[in-house]
T-cell receptor, first 111, second 111 residues
């Protein structure tokens, strides 16, 4: 089945850019997602990219997809303290559109 | 949040007792999912449903059963709770367009 991997922790200074990376194994994944989870809360869909796209930009967020290497990244420009959260990469696979999640990357934003 | 509610929000139960968690949606979506979230594992799929009385197993289904007798309700039952089932449980629906919408979660502690 699909396997999605992420690094566990990233620390950046306020105002800098953050880049969170993710790799996946199933080349048939159709959609790839980034979710954000703040402490004690549920998951909030941040953005997604379809597998035939290389890049998607949405305000401060830029998603890059390298389908050959099965690598996905999320860049957050001008990172703010409110961006501190856990970020999950997820891929849709199979006929039941099941989402497979990475372990999550905890983003810490320091002043 | 987007027509999906989970109950209860918190529960403490004793080892060996049965527990049922409820997920209710108001949007008539066909697909519903139960995930558990544990540190270092991200979210893992327990069971999912693709219609009334149509369910299937996810990657961590042992010790869990589900039922869906109405489109709007998807129940997750722990037949005999164990300490390894202490976790945060999330229900999700596959929203129109792309992406999933998640409930706020149920924090279950088995003592």
């Amino acid at each position: 089945g699909e396997d999605v991997e992420q690094s566990l922790f990233l620390s950046v200074r306020e105002g800098d850019s953050s880049v969170i990376n993710c790799t996946y194994t199933d080349s048939s994944s159709t959609y790839l997602y980034w979710y954000k989870q703040e402490p004690g809360a549920g998951l909030q869909l941040l953005t997604y990219i379809f597998s035939n796209m290389d890049m998607k930009q949405d305000q401060r967020l830029t998603v890059l997809l390298n389908k050959k290497d099965k690598h996905l990244s999320l860049r957050i420009a001008d990172t703010q303290t409110g961006d501190s959260a856990i970020y999950f990469c997820a891929a849709i696979t199979g006929t039941a559109s099941k989402l497979t999640f990475g372990t999550g990357t905890r983003l810490q934003v320091t002043l | 949040d987007a027509g999906i509610t989970q109950s209860p929000r918190h529960k403490v139960t004793e080892t060996g007792t049965p527990v049922t968690l409820r997920c209710h949606q108001t949007e008539n979506h066909r697909y519903m999912y139960w995930y558990r979230q544990d540190p270092g594992h991200g979210l893992r799929l327990i069971h999912y449903s693709y219609g009334v009385k149509d369910t299937d197993k996810g990657e961590v289904s042992d010790g869990y059963s589900v039922s869906r007798s109405k489109t709007e309700d998807f129940l997750l039952t722990l037949e005999s709770a164990t300490s390894s089932q202490t976790s945060v449980y999330f229900c999700a629906i596959q929203s129109t367009g792309v992406g999933y919408t998640f409930g706020s979660g149920t924090r279950l502690t088995v003592v």
